[in-house]
């Protein structure tokens, strides 16, 4: 399992998501301690590629042997493209929850929603509050 | 808000880093490393499990023998001193007061080892019906439970070969305790009955002799895995054992409480049946999701030994046989699954 880390360069949303922005599209995952609340995880349901995910929103789940736990939207946008490689293997997410554990890569509806996400302080500020 | 209750172990969980969560009233380690290390742990060596949250009942006197057997589904007289029984507490419907193990210590004095959840309807079960020369004492509080479980958990505590069900008095680095032959998950292994005092200090030296510490997490995938009914799941005192595939557990040719609604259940033959399945699709079955063909899930989580999702869940008796097509509702999701022969997971297959 990976060690705790929470990148500069990614904008952070409340329910421990993720999002890398660039030029209209994002890539989304996990972060560091979403995957270490749930465990070793052991299935990824995706959406669809194609399909429109809502900021705020539930868009996938995640599973550990012990609890199924769903993963919202940063960001508004339409799925250009699923992780195959975590759905063939979950625990991806646990080594690398910001680099090989990604979840979905998105072309963005609202960009100007990215305004509403956390910077990384202000992540770990709400980490420390926890 | 209810004040959770902890084993003598608790500071040693701490200190382990384990995750804490509450378990029928009782605050108890869910996982120290990770469900899956500790799963396969017990699978190819050994694990400890702190159990202590299981009630003992002591039940004592020239009657306690009669009183158990009028109550107790299995029969007590296949069993002598030092030898243990798995077995069910009935109610008048045929349902399922409690499973547990009944220690036969001497001709007149047994040990029940019952569910945390069921310490106290299983006491006042018992108490209500009393003989006069049987008394029912809850001892729980005087006594600490560590399952030592796998494949090399009697090699790692120096203990001898002994069948399984049976027990005997022992002695591990100085620490007296009663090695009871028992377990829930499936592998050779004991559970070590001792004083409370004296638990903190056995635990440590089970871990010295190089046993990894596991929680309840891989205690329910390891006995679901092996398909062990967990009370509250597949069994309550609204099920029968019929049905549960638990019938090898009651002696229908004697009287006990319940007996007449289980033998019209054997003889007509139950509605539903307690069915063993694994998922052919991506997903993971849940306790309460429904079975599209019919009956629901009882028990669902991810086969850290199969890498695959697999459940124990009631289904219509006709389906009851390996390799029928059930569907199972994971969220809005229909996914293929099928029975399987029971257990879902034994070594030799692997």
């Given at each position: 399992m990976a060690a705790e880390s929470y990148p500069d360069d990614l904008r952070y949303h409340p329910e421990h998501d993720w999002a890398r922005i660039e030029d209209g599209e994002a890539t989304f995952g996990i972060t560091w301690f979403a995957q270490d609340s749930l465990g070793e995880l052991v299935h990824f349901e995706p959406p669809e590629e194609g399909a429109t995910i809502s900021a705020g929103q539930s868009y996938a789940e995640v599973e550990s042997v012990k609890a199924v736990s769903d993963v919202i939207a940063?960001?508004?946008?339409?799925?250009?493209?699923?992780?195959?490689?975590?759905?063939?293997?979950?625990?991806?997410?646990?080594?690398?929850?910001?680099?090989?554990?990604?979840?979905?890569?998105?072309?963005?509806?609202?960009?100007?929603?990215?305004?509403?996400l956390l910077d990384v302080e202000a992540y770990k500020r709400q980490l420390a509050e926890e | 808000m209810q004040t959770l209750l902890r084993t003598p172990l608790y500071d040693r969980h701490l200190a382990l880093g384990a995750r804490l969560v509450p378990f029928a009233g009782w605050e108890m380690p869910v996982q120290y490393e990770g469900v899956i290390p500790e799963h396969r742990a017990v699978r190819t060596d050994a694990g400890a499990f702190d159990v202590s949250?299981?009630?003992e009942l002591e039940v004592e006197g020239p009657r306690a023998r009669e009183l158990l057997q009028s109550l107790l589904s299995n029969d007590l007289d296949r069993i002598g001193p030092g030898q243990a029984q798995y077995t069910l507490l009935t109610n008048e419907q045929g349902g399922i007061v409690d499973d547990l193990?009944?220690?036969?210590?001497?001709?007149?004095?047994?040990?029940?080892?019952?569910?945390?959840?069921?310490r106290e309807p299983d006491f006042e079960w018992l108490r209500e019906r009393e003989l006069p020369e049987s008394e029912v004492r809850d001892v729980s509080d005087d006594h600490a439970l560590i399952a030592v479980q796998g494949p090399r958990a009697l090699e790692r505590l120096g203990l001898p070969e002994a069948p399984a069900f049976t027990?005997?008095?022992?002695?591990?680095?100085g620490i007296e305790c009663v090695v009871n032959r028992t377990g829930y998950t499936g592998e050779e292994g004991v559970e070590l009955l001792v004083d409370s005092e004296r638990a903190a200090e056995l635990w440590d030296r089970v871990l010295d002799r190089g046993v990894a510490p596991c929680g309840l997490g891989a205690r329910d995938t390891l006995r679901l895995e092996v398909c062990y009914p967990l009370h509250g799941n597949e069994i309550s005192p609204e099920t029968d054992a019929i049905s549960a595939g638990l019938g090898w557990v009651c002696a229908l040719d004697r009287q006990f409480t319940g007996v007449d609604p289980l033998r019209r259940i054997k003889e007509n033959g139950p509605e539903r049946?307690?069915?063993?399945?694994?998922?052919?699709?991506?997903?993971?079955?849940?306790?309460?999701?429904?079975i599209a063909e019919g009956g629901e899930v009882t028990s669902g989580s991810h086969s850290p030994m199969l890498e695959v999702g697999i459940g124990l869940g009631y289904v219509p008796a006709e389906l009851a046989q390996p390799g029928s097509e059930l569907t199972i509702d994971v969220r809005g999701r229909a996914r293929r699954a099928r029975v399987v022969k029971k257990p879902i997971y034994s070594r030799e297959e692997t």
């Open positions: 940063p960001l508004s946008g339409e799925v250009l493209e699923v992780n195959r490689a975590v759905v063939d293997a979950p625990e991806t997410v646990n080594d690398e929850p910001y680099g090989a554990g990604w979840l979905v890569r998105v072309r963005l509806t609202e960009p100007a929603e990215a305004d509403g | 949250h299981m009630g193990i009944v220690y036969e210590r001497e001709p007149d004095r047994f040990l029940l080892i019952v569910n945390a959840s069921n027990f005997a008095g022992g002695v591990i680095d049946r307690l069915v063993a399945f694994v998922m052919d699709e991506g997903g993971i079955p849940r306790q309460g999701m429904a």
